[in-house]
Every structure is written in structure tokens, then in C-alpha cells.
């Protein structure tokens, strides 16, 4: 599979998920068989102001390639003169913009998923981003439409493959729905009949390796993005890798659960002041300590700790 000029090794990417997929967890998800990362979305407007905390977020290391930077926003100029700031600063592999955020803060302004409600105006910023980088590829992260009365897909996809996008990924919610519901996988086989020349990535829902025997059967998507069922699971890639690969699925050791929790809280001190340390290695801890004996213990001991001494005890103590 190829995105423009990149040649995608395996139909894996990781989804963008703000206050999620920061360095070490792109780290950890490629070290598991992730094709493609993609950084937490940045805002144009943040970008352009060289606002110091969206430039970090932008930040990646070389063996994160190929890697996607996603940017949102509402106006064509600065989206496009956004993209342009980073692919100068960072020369990452992609420009993704996202026209799926259904959060009201970004959409009351006209950003994310509200672009599904105007077309005119995703044309104009994707026309406009796509001529600022000419030499990498720019992909949009979508939803269904803004409502079930109100499915975009087929003009989105005809519209954004005119205009210069060389992938679009499809998560088959509506903006309404929020992360309510199932995702509609027929949806994401509606844009792969509807668009011929570019990879479409099918979205929603993916947990196992039996959900990406079903998408791509219902979808025939080129790729498949996952976002929350990798979250304490990174190796739901390296299992869909095994199933392409020798139909064999490898069973997650508790050394490897052990083993990544403490990567995952070594990754978190190289990149991340002590405070941001102690939250987030709660947040990942308390997804990677489930599932096994005395689980529900470990967890609870994570998250009474007050530093990361404290919390990398409570790893080393697991049996
Ligand atoms: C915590 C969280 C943060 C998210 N942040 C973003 C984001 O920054 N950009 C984006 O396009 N989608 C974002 N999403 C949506 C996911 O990328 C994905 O489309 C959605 O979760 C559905 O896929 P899943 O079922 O595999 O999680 C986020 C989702 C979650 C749960």
C-alpha cells in the first residue's frame, strides 16, 4: 500500500488520540508492529503562533517514521500556512487534517467535524494544505457526516480526491454520535466504492483480530486505523501482523505486560516533566493492569501513588 510517494509496509496505523499519543505511546505501538503514527491533533492557530506546547506535541524521534502529524482548524490560510510551518521545523511524512473532531469547543469554531456541514470549506482548506506541502502527502481523518440525516460520504470522497488528498481515514460514526453506538463498517465500504485512486483506512471499533477479519471483509478498506483498542493493548498489531502473516496469534506473556509497563514509564521520564510522569503512567497502568490475578489490586496501588518511585515499586512487585 502506498500513500503518495511512502510505501506502507503493513495496513496498520495508529490512530491520532489527544492526550494519548504522545511519543512514548507511538513508541511503544510501533515497536509492536504500527505501520503508521500519527502525533495527538495540534491546532493550526497554535501552530502559527508558535504556541510552545503545541510545537512539543509535534516533536517525534527518526524511528517513529512514517509518521503523520494531525492538524486541525477553521480557516483555509491558516491550516494551509500551519502546514507549511511544520513541514519546515519537523519534515514529517504526512500532514493529516482532521475533519472529525465532534468536541463542541473545536467545532463551534468551525473546526474538525463541523467541516462536514460545509463542504465548500473542506474543499477550500484541503485544496489549499495540499498545494502548501507539494512534497509529502496531505490525508484527512473524517467521520460519516454530521448526522444519519445527513451522510457525506460519496461528496467528501470525490471532492477530497480531487482536490489533492492521497488517503482519507473513515471513522464510521456520525459527528453526532460522538463515541456513541457501534461504528457503521458498511460506511467505510461506501467511500471505498465511491473512491478508486487513493487508500481508504477503515475506523471504529477495532479491538481484536476478529474485528480486522470483519472490516476489511465488509469494507475492503486498504488499511485500518486503531485507536482506543490498542490503549493498555499494544499488541493488537503485532497479533493482526502474525494473522497476516502465518495465521498464528501470539498470547500476551505477563513478562511482556511487565516488561512494557516499565518501557512505557522509561519512555514517559526521557520525554516528560515528573508531575505529567505520575498522571499518565496512571492513565497507561491502569489499562496494561487488567485482565489477571490481582489485577484490580495492582491497579488500585498505581493510582495511590504519589511518585514515580511509587509507582515503578508496585510494577516491580508484580508476580
Ligand atoms: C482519548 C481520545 C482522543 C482522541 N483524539 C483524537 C484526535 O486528536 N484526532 C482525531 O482525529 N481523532 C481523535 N480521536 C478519535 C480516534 O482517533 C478514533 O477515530 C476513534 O476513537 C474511533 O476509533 P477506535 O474505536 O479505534 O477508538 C480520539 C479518541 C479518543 C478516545
Redesign the pocket.
Not at 490512530?15 to 494519548?20: C, D, H, L, R, Y
Not at 475506523?203 to 477495532?206: F, K, L, R
Not at 486505523?225 to 483498542?229: A, V
Given at each position: 500500500m502506498k500513500i503518495g510517494n511512502i510505501n506502507i509496509k503493513h495496513p496498520l496505523f495508529l490512530?491520532?488520540?489527544?492526550?494519548?499519543t504522545d511519543q512514548p505511546f507511538r513508541i511503544i505501538c510501533k515497536k509492536f508492529g504500527a505501520s503508521v503514527v500519527y502525533t495527538?491533533?495540534v491546532s493550526a492557530d497554535g501552530i502559527i503562533r508558535e504556541n510552545v506546547k503545541t510545537l512539543n506535541m509535534v516533536k517525534f524521534e527518526e524511528m517513529e517514521r512514517p509518521i503523520g502529524v494531525?492538524i486541525f482548524g477553521n480557516d483555509p490560510d491558516t491550516v494551509c500556512d500551519s502546514a507549511f510551518s511544520i513541514y519546515s521545523k519537523f519534515k514529517p511524512d504526512i500532514i493529516d487534517i482532521?475533519f472529525?473532531?465532534p468536541v463542541p469547543k473545536v467545532t463551534k469554531k468551525g473546526g474538525g467535524s463541523a467541516a462536514l456541514k460545509n463542504l465548500k470549506l473542506m474543499q477550500e482548506i484541503a485544496e489549499k494544505t495540499v498545494k502548501a506541502v507539494p512534497d509529502i502527502p496531505v490525508t484527512v481523518?473524517m467521520r460519516a457526516g454530521w448526522d444519519y440525516n445527513n451522510i457525506i460520504i460519496k461528496d467528501a470522497g470525490v471532492l477530497l480526491e480531487e482536490s489533492g488528498i492521497k488517503a482519507i481515514t473513515l471513522?464510521a460514526?456520525t459527528s453526532k454520535q460522538m463515541?456513541k453506538g457501534e461504528?457503521n463498517w458498511e460506511l467505510i465500504g461506501d467511500l471505498k466504492n465511491t473512491v478508486k485512486n487513493i487508500p481508504i483506512i477503515g475506523?471504529?471499533?477495532?479491538t481484536s483480530v476478529d474485528d480486522y477479519k470483519k472490516i476489511t471483509e465488509i469494507s475492503n478498506c486498504d488499511g485500518v486505523?486503531?485507536?482506543?483498542?490498542c490503549l493498555g493493548n499494544p499488541w493488537i498489531f503485532r497479533d493482526i501482523l502474525n494473522f497476516l502473516k502465518s495465521n498464528e496469534i501470539k498470547k500476551t506473556t505477563m513478562n511482556e505486560i511487565i516488561e512494557t509497563c516499565n518501557e512505557h514509564v522509561y519512555l514517559l521520564k526521557k520525554f516528560k516533566n515528573d508531575k505529567v510522569v505520575i498522571n499518565l503512567s496512571k492513565k497507561h497502568l491502569s489499562y496494561y493492569l487488567k485482565g489477571f490475578k490481582d489485577s484490580s489490586l495492582y491497579r488500585k496501588e498505581v493510582m495511590r501513588s504519589e511518585t514515580i518511585e511509587e509507582i515503578e515499586k508496585v510494577i516491580a512487585n508484580i508476580i
Open positions: 490512530a491520532p488520540m489527544s492526550g494519548v495527538e491533533f494531525q482532521n472529525g473532531c481523518k471513522h460514526r463515541y461504528a475506523n471504529g471499533d477495532i486505523m486503531i485507536g482506543r483498542g
